[in-house]
């Protein structure tokens, strides 16, 4: 026998027993972003590498360490996309839709990312993204927050809280940036070897930091929040007036930078305490020069990301969500019965269009028919056996209440489905 080959580490497949519990997440997910106004848009999973480099940032964790980047057969650089947002701009651009107008995007799908996998961190994960584009003022970003906030109400998902802050004008972020590796150069010896490198290249990425040995020093650090320009503070100001006026709570977290370079101005994160470590389900902020960066007119934008995993993991622990079974489950005795049950069953899926119904296939005994019924969670099943099929009708079994079989001639069947 061959050797057994498993599916990469990190990645996971979703197991029918599942899948209904992404079906529904995806089904609320684009109810809700109609009742926005927002269109989906599907991009490619592969993109040139470049396009991740040049908007996420050369000294990220993301570009430094986790990307999928492979040649292909004709020697393009390619990556598997880690984000959806690079993409999304990239076919804004491409496609006309960024320059003098307002866009309101939303997608969801796979992200690969090369991390070490633990609860809630995966190699393939999956994001549900939102992008507004062609408005700088923060109604929008209220809007955003509002959309997600609206998102865990219709989940029924509770104990998540927000956190915010703002980055500040790309000038404004340079100056602090200055005063911040004044501080740092003064505390060399208690850097770690990351946060060295960082220093020249991306000082800001330090106070992202998780080495708990680095706390001290970077709480102690000049907060960005007391460099911050005029024109950003008002922004932040009227952000959070609106806040208040529809009773949206949030803490403001002077440390919240986020892992991407293209963020400027309002950042955003909801927290929970209860997956562990992993306890970021959704993060976004504005980023009003990735437009431009990345060769496109400049174009304000906002957007935020949410891990699929991790809420639904929320979910799981916060409610339960049975698994639903079939309506129906059809047993067939025997070759002619076979036959007319399967005339019978198009028929019914014909007339019943929302009506899961298993046939039964693959012959065998009444009894085990019947057992494979139950099995199936239907909470009927329609026997037609050769008795049955003289006499014009099937028998329907009750398999989850106590009421008695009954049989229904084959002309009133889909009358009676339908009454069901
Ligand atoms: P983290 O700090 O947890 O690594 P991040 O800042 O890298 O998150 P973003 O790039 O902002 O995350 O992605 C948005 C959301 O996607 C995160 O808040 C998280 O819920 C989810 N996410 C990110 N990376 C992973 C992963 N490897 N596995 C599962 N979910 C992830
Ligand atoms: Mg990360």
């Known amino acids: 026998m061959s050797k057994f080959i498993k599916s990469i580490r990190g990645m996971h497949d979703v197991l029918p027993d599942d899948t209904h519990r992404w079906q529904a997440f995806e089904q609320t997910i684009r109810q809700l972003m109609a009742t926005y106004g927002y269109r989906e848009i599907r991009m490619p999973l592969v993109e040139s590498t470049d396009l991740f480099c040049r908007s996420i940032g050369e000294v990220t964790d993301i570009v430094e360490k986790e990307m999928y980047t492979f040649e292909d057969r004709n020697g393009d650089k390619l990556t598997l996309r880690p984000e959806g947002t690079a993409s999304c ?111 020249e290249s991306n000082p800001l990425r330090i106070l992202d930091s998780k080495n708990p040995a680095m706390k001290q020093l970077l709480d102690d650090a000049p907060v960005l929040f007391d460099h911050l320009d005029e024109e950003s503070l008002q922004q932040f100001d009227k952000l959070k007036a609106r806040l208040d006026a529809v009773g949206i709570e949030y803490t403001i977290n002077p440390r919240l930078v986020r892992g991407l370079d293209y963020y400027c101005k309002t950042v955003f994160e909801w927290i929970t305490d209860e997956l562990g470590a992993q306890g970021t389900i959704c993060a976004g902020g504005r980023y009003d020069g990735l437009v431009e960066q990345l060769g496109g007119k400049a174009t304000p934008a906002v957007g935020f990301a949410l891990g699929m995993e991790r809420i639904l993991a929320l979910l799981e622990s916060q409610q339960q969500q049975p698994a639903p079974g079939v309506d129906v489950y059809m047993v067939l005795l025997g070759d002619d019965c076979e036959i007319r049950g399967l005339q019978l069953a198009e028929d019914i899926r014909r007339h019943n269009p929302g009506l899961q119904m298993i046939t039964h296939c693959g012959g065998g005994s009444m009894k085990s028919e019947m057992k494979k019924a139950d099995k199936s969670g239907a909470d009927i099943a329609l026997i037609l056996a050769e008795d049955e099929l003289t006499k014009q009708q099937v028998t329907v079994k009750y398999l989850r209440d106590k009421k008695d079989q009954q049989s229904v001639a084959f002309d009133d069947l889909n009358n009676f489905i339908a009454a069901l």
């Open 89 to 199: 701009v990239r076919a804004g651009i491409q496609h006309g839709l960024l320059h003098n107008q307002v866009q309101r995007l939303w997608y969801n799908g796979p992200m690969f990312r090369h991390e070490r996998p633990q609860k809630g961190r995966y190699r393939q994960f999956h994001q549900f993204g939102v992008e507004a584009f062609g408005i700088a003022t923060p109604d929008i970003d209220v809007e955003q927050i509002l959309i997600s906030a609206r998102l865990w109400q219709q989940l029924g998902l509770t104990g998540v809280r927000l956190e915010l802050n703002t980055l500040g004008s790309t000038e404004a972020r340079k100056n602090y940036k200055q005063v911040l590796v004044d501080y740092l150069n003064q505390h060399r010896d208690l850097l770690d070897e990351d946060s060295l490198r960082r220093l």
